[in-house]
């Protein structure tokens, strides 16, 4: 077991040692973006479908540790999206419906849109999208999907999911070194009612 955990594990930390060049390292960006977006008090808004959209609750739980005004679209609670915001969309193949609407919208209202994808040539949501993060790691649209190959590690969308939520725990590290917080100012942020 801990031979296949070693496997999976050094196959998504791969994905951080691959080129990216034209676009900038994706964890710089993303601390870049949300540091500007503190600085300047705006909200963070996150969305994702499918798994992708899990690793980004993920990631909004943490951010509202850091004490960032975070919010997931959908959420009854979500405020409206405006000058000083900042949303961060995943379209891990390079597009998705809901992800192109949501992204046009926020721009639409004077947000910045970070979207991370590992299609950031060919993808129908980066022209919605004020940044790209590439995060260039297999996904639906390109693991194949053949029952004649061999079985994959990580099937499908694995290896992007995956890479999102390792790269969510370094960002919200970074942060926390550039916004000062220690982490018993993060605990305190945490829910009681559990």
Do not use: W
């Not at 790269?167 to 605990?187: C, D």
């Amino acid at each position: 077991m801990a031979s296949l955990a070693s496997q999976i594990c050094s196959h998504i930390a791969s994905i951080f040692s691959k080129p990216t060049h034209p676009h900038p390292p994706v964890l710089d960006l993303l601390v870049a973006e949300l540091s500007s977006t503190a600085a300047q008090n705006g909200n963070v808004f996150l969305y994702g479908v499918g798994r992708e959209g899990l690793m980004l609750k993920a990631l909004c739980m943490r951010l509202a540790h850091l004490g960032f005004s975070s919010h997931l679209v959908f959420d009854m609670t979500t405020p409206p999206i405006t000058t000083n915001d900042l949303l961060i969309a995943s379209a891990g193949p390079g597009g998705f419906s809901t992800v192109d609407a949501i992204c046009s919208v926020a721009r639409s209202h004077g947000a910045r849109v970070l979207l991370l994808t590992a299609q950031p040539e060919t993808g129908s949501c980066v022209r919605h999208a004020s940044v790209v993060g590439y995060v260039p790691a297999q996904t639906m649209a390109d693991d194949g999907g053949d029952a004649e190959e061999s079985r994959a590690l990580l099937p499908m969308g694995s290896v992007y999911e995956g890479a999102l939520f390792v790269l969510f725990e370094m960002v919200v590290y970074r942060l926390g070194e550039v916004l000062g917080q220690n982490p018993e100012a993060i605990r305190a942020r945490h829910t009681n009612l559990e």
